[in-house]
């Protein structure tokens, strides 16, 4: 039997494109691109300590400006309950410590950071005052000591 040329190109490109959605699945996320990927540090303070301690490409130090709040890191799962729902909204304020494996519900900031021509967003959660401070620069950027 004979497979008609329009179904193997079909089939060739599903392919194709089957695992350049498995390559981009396996790409490592960037610290601070996403609001899930949000770099944790502790108080406002933290983050503009952070922000201070970016290095641009040519050397340079970035200029930053907070966006504001877009707000939780990880969504309220549906259908929560009055109580659970009130419960999620106090911890997106910061003060409970976060167990391994928890939702992250910490209301996240954004910064336009600006390395000449070169504008990148990235998110911060302050709410991270029992961790060390991050030693990993998004991509783009390294950190300075």
Avoid: W
Avoid at 49 to 72: N, T
Avoid at 73 to 94: C, H, K, T, V
């Amino acid at each position: 039997m004979e497979v008609p040329m329009y179904r193997v190109t079909m089939l060739a490109l599903l392919s194709l494109g089957s695992l350049q959605l498995l390559h981009a699945q396996e790409q490592p996320v960037s610290p601070g691109s996403t609001k899930e990927s949000s770099i944790e540090v502790c108080d406002p303070a933290g983050e503009r300590a952070y922000l201070g301690r970016l290095i641009c490409k040519d050397d340079s130090h970035p200029q930053f400006k907070r966006l504001g709040s877009v707000g939780m890191r990880q969504d309220l799962p549906p259908n929560l309950s009055e109580d659970a729902m009130a419960d999620a909204l106090m911890s997106s304020m910061g003060g409970e410590k976060i167990k391994p494996g928890e939702l992250d519900h910490h209301t996240v900031d954004s910064y336009s950071v600006e390395c000449g021509s070169d504008k990148t967003v990235l998110f911060l959660d302050m709410y991270h005052c029992d961790a060390a401070a991050p030693q990993e620069a998004p991509a783009g950027f390294r950190l300075m000591n």
